[in-house]
Structure formats: C-alpha cells, structure tokens
C-alpha cells in the first residue's frame, strides 16, 4: 500500500457538527450538517431550494416532533398515550348524600352500581374533571369531588382521592379539577372499575332538582 493510498485509509471525516442551530442564513444551498437542535436531540439538516429540511435523530428509539405530525396511516403495535372523555351529567336536588355520578347516562345513584362505574380495560389517570353548576339556591357551600374504585379480583369500593371545592360557586360557570388538586394520585389500573362521587356541605345548596353538568377526561396508557 503505497503512502497516498494509505494517507486515504486513515484521513478522518470532516466534522459535518455544529452547536449553532441551523437556519436557512447559514448554510448554502445543498449543503448538509448536523446540529443540537432545538431540543435534545441533534438535528441532521440540508438546505434546498432556499429552505432547510430537518430530521431529528435519535440514539434510544424516542424522536420528538417539533410540531405537527402528519400521516396518512398511523399502525400501533405496543403501546399509545390517548385522552377520553366521559360525561356525567345529572339532574337532582342535590343535598347531602353522596351521590354516584353516571357514566353514558342521566341515572345518579348513592351506591356504586354498574349505571355510575366504569370498567376500564387500560391503565387511567383522571387528567381533569370539569363540573358547571345550575342556578345554585346557595353559592357559598362546598361541593366535595372524590374517585372511587373497585380493585380488579375483589368487590371492596375504595376511596382513592378526594377534592373540595370551597370558592363561591358562579351560577352556570364551569370549575376544573386538575391532576394536581386531588389529595392522592388519581390513577388506576387496568381492570378495576371508576366511580365519580358528589357531595355537598349543605342540603340547601338546591332546593329543587336541577341539571349538573360534569365531564372528566382521562389519560389512557392503550396497550394494543
């Protein structure tokens, strides 16, 4: 092997990376670098046609999409994040007793019954409960919010966690209950059953029944 042939063998590639990130005033048309990006993972981007394609790279499988992502066709395989929402809209003269929210209905109840519970075949976690009252009798009482749950294999209703509302309420003004206000982590496991509870702090709150609107969106851990 003569000494040119050999320079070639052991001549190293040109650093094609950068830490600036790149922009279409930076490169020349056709020209191909890689980058940190804009996010953790380096960029491997090329200037055509006077704008700059960019493909994030990734060395444990995860890529990150800057912004939307398009497909004609999406195939699961393993595993999805997804978020559902439930109604639980009522009419009652609420008082006092806990009351069962429905799922799919109208029909509160004051036990957890298969009309107020939900079977969920997917790992859940309550990302927010969205609740509008009526012309309320008497603003000022609480509302306390709780999840129930029946642990798949036995048939024990427990208490998972609860909230209270205790800001005046404002007649037909929806309140949101985020993850982050319940007294425990609102999460269950494939296979147990969900239940929505309300009770208020007084029995004057209504005096006569009225419609209650609730919604709760929940985040599904799919696993095809």
Not at 45 to 60: L, P, W
Request: glycine share 4%; charged share 20%; proline share 3%.
């Amino acid at each position: 092997m003569d000494r040119a042939v050999r320079g070639l063998v052991n001549a190293k590639q040109a650093n094609l990376y950068t830490e600036e990130e790149v922009s279409v005033d930076k490169l020349a048309d056709g020209q191909v670098v890689m980058s940190k990006g804009s996010g953790r993972q380096p960029v491997l981007a090329i200037k055509k046609d006077g704008k700059v394609y960019k493909a994030n790279m990734s060395y444990n499988g995860n890529h990150v999409v800057d912004r939307s992502l398009i497909a004609h066709t999406i195939k699961y395989t393993n595993k999805f994040i997804d978020y559902r929402c439930f109604s639980h809209n009522f009419n009652l003269d609420l008082d006092t007793t806990e009351i069962y929210l429905p799922w799919y209905n109208t029909g509160e109840l004051t036990t957890l019954r298969p009309a107020v519970g939900f079977l969920t075949p997917f790992k859940a976690t309550c990302h927010k409960l969205i609740f509008k009252p009526p012309n309320l009798d008497d603003n000022a009482d609480n509302i306390t919010f709780a999840i129930k749950k029946i642990d798949n294999g036995d048939a024990t209703t427990d208490s998972l966690c609860n909230y209270t509302y205790s800001t005046t309420f404002v007649d037909h003004t929806s309140v949101t209950i985020n993850k982050s206000d319940w007294s425990a982590s609102p999460t269950v496991d494939a296979g147990d059953v969900i239940a929505i509870t309300v009770t208020a702090s007084h029995a004057d709150i209504v005096t006569s029944a009225k419609d209650f609107w609730v919604t709760s969106v929940w985040k599904m851990e799919i696993v095809v």
